[in-house]
């Protein structure tokens, strides 16, 4: 009993410092990917680092993260085969899938150092592989994630949190900040609200990586009135914060308006059915049991598409080749946000639709994958035949995924003021809550390689900064 009562005291000293320190050189804002990797980075180069998470729990919707992480030339893409892949086509593909609205410059230095960044999670110990199939919009196979086929997001948060920890990094949850302070110009710390009241901490300077505004039903609104009464499928805590406290220092914004809609929800929850399905082979049929459209289009489209059918519904269909190899197929059917059919006639049942019709369906996908053209909507890529029953199918629409515009930054993170256009002094930001990178359209995959990349570069340029 009285080793007990000691072990919880000990665990719980060392998970709240018994004198929270109001002072350090850096403040980073948030605790997911972006965060997470800006504190590990700045703290390996000697600066003392403070996290702040407004939720009770760390990850925001880097936990959430599901289909992997894109990089160009990695080993286990070569290992893989996939020997044609680099950055200057990966730019291409990121250019061509965000409508060529992205900054050049934040895309070159993201698709020059994802690969790097991949790198660097598996010398932290991230169980990643390289993953067969294409995301839409994509010319290669190049995402990364877990072996087993399960989320990218829980892999990934695993290995940071296990880092900052073993680097005793000061990550205070439960703690919002309200207002980031400045004298004579520069950024001098934040005001952060706690359970206590309202606390200052002294820093040099602060790195935003508060994610993104999904979650903000109003400010989505704001920028796209059309967008009225859909779901999302962002953690409750991802309202734009970052946007607005950056705003009060006259940050400039880019892309403020380019608000993703993701083609693959379940409206009552707001659930998501990731991108990989499509990747792995899955095909769309509307709830009259035809497909629709080229299943590897870029999201924005797909979602466009679909708002077309009867409804706005589509019905996501992947078979047993994929449950087999799959835990993140598993855990949708285990969870009952996809249902097993036993055979393409279960399929027409649960969707509603006239079986010939679901036949005729299939086999024309059938006779795509044996000729590999698809003569009806010209999907490039057919990884499986897609009749291996049982099926497993999701009643899906679009829902609310990703803001792309926000916080106006330059490749080493630095935010830029409105006014002057030039970096405001010991501001730095990373991650969701910035814009420019991924333009009017974020291509699947490539968010994951966004926050690690450009939470590294905050993290190096804050403690450059403040002369670490
Ligand atoms: C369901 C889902 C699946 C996805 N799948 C993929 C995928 O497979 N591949 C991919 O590339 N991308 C994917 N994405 C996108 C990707 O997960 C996000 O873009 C990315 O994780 C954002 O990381 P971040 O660090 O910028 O923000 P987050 O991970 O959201 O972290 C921001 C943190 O800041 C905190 N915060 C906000 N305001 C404050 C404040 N005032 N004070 C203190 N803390 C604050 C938030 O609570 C949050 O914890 C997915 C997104 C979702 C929602």
Request: net charge positive; with cysteine.
């Amino acid at each position: 009993m009285k080793k007990t009562i000691l072990a919880a005291a000990l665990a719980a000293m060392m998970s709240v410092p018994a004198f929270a320190a109001d002072s350090a050189d850096i403040v980073v804002i948030g605790s997911g990917g972006a965060g997470l990797s800006s504190a590990i980075t700045a703290t390996e180069k000697g600066a003392k680092v403070i996290v702040l998470e407004k939720m009770a729990f760390i990850g925001g919707n880097s936990n959430r993260s599901e289909g992997g992480m894109n990089a160009a030339g990695t080993k286990q893409q070569l290992a893989d085969g996939v020997k044609d892949d680099s950055p200057d086509i990966f730019f291409m593909d990121t250019m061509r899938g965000g409508h060529y609205l992205n900054n050049p410059q934040l895309l070159h230095t993201l698709t020059t150092q994802a690969a790097g960044a991949e790198e660097w999670l598996l010398s932290l110990g991230a169980n990643f592989c390289h993953r067969m199939g294409r995301g839409g919009g994509q010319t290669r196979a190049r995402g990364h994630g877990p072996c087993d086929g399960s989320p990218v997001g829980i892999e990934l948060m695993r290995v940071l949190s296990e880092r900052a920890d073993k680097d005793h990094i000061d990550i205070r949850v439960n703690n919002r900040v309200t207002e980031i302070l400045t004298k004579g110009g520069k950024v001098s710390g934040v005001k952060v609200k706690t359970a206590k009241g309202v606390e200052t901490i002294n820093a040099k300077a602060v790195v935003l990586a508060t994610g993104g505004f999904g979650a903000n039903h109003k400010m989505v609104e704001k920028y796209r009135p059309e967008l009225k009464g859909f779901s999302t499928t962002n953690q409750p805590g991802a309202t734009g914060d970052g946007i607005v406290l950056a705003q009060k220092l006259g940050a400039s914004l880019t892309d403020i308006e380019q608000i993703q809609i993701h083609p693959t929800v379940i409206k009552k929850n707001g659930a998501l059915i990731s991108e990989s399905m499509r990747a792995r082979g899955g095909i769309l049929l509307n709830k009259n049991g035809k497909r629709f459209t080229n299943e590897l289009l870029t999201r924005d489209v797909v979602s466009q598409n679909e708002l077309k059918q009867p409804d706005g519904i589509g019905f996501l269909i992947v078979d047993d080749s994929i449950y087999k190899k799959n835990k993140m197929l598993r855990s949708y059917v285990s969870e009952k946000l996809m249902t097993k059919c036993d055979s393409v006639e279960d399929v027409a049942k649960l969707i509603g639709a006239d079986p010939k019709v679901v036949k005729a369906s299939f086999e024309q996908y059938w006779k795509a994958f044996d000729s590999k053209k698809d003569d009806l909507f010209g999907r490039p890529e057919m990884v499986i035949r897609l009749d291996q029953a049982p099926y497993y199918v999701a009643q899906v629409t679009p829902g609310i995924h990703h803001t792309m515009g926000g916080v106006t930054i330059n490749p080493k993170a630095e935010v830029i003021s409105k006014k002057t256009e030039k970096p405001i002094p010991g501001l730095f930001a990373a991650g969701e809550v910035t814009g420019g990178v991924h333009g009017g359209n974020r291509i699947g995959g490539n968010a994951v390689a966004d926050i690690v990349t450009f939470g590294r570069i905050s993290g190096q340029s804050a403690a450059a900064y403040v002369g670490k």
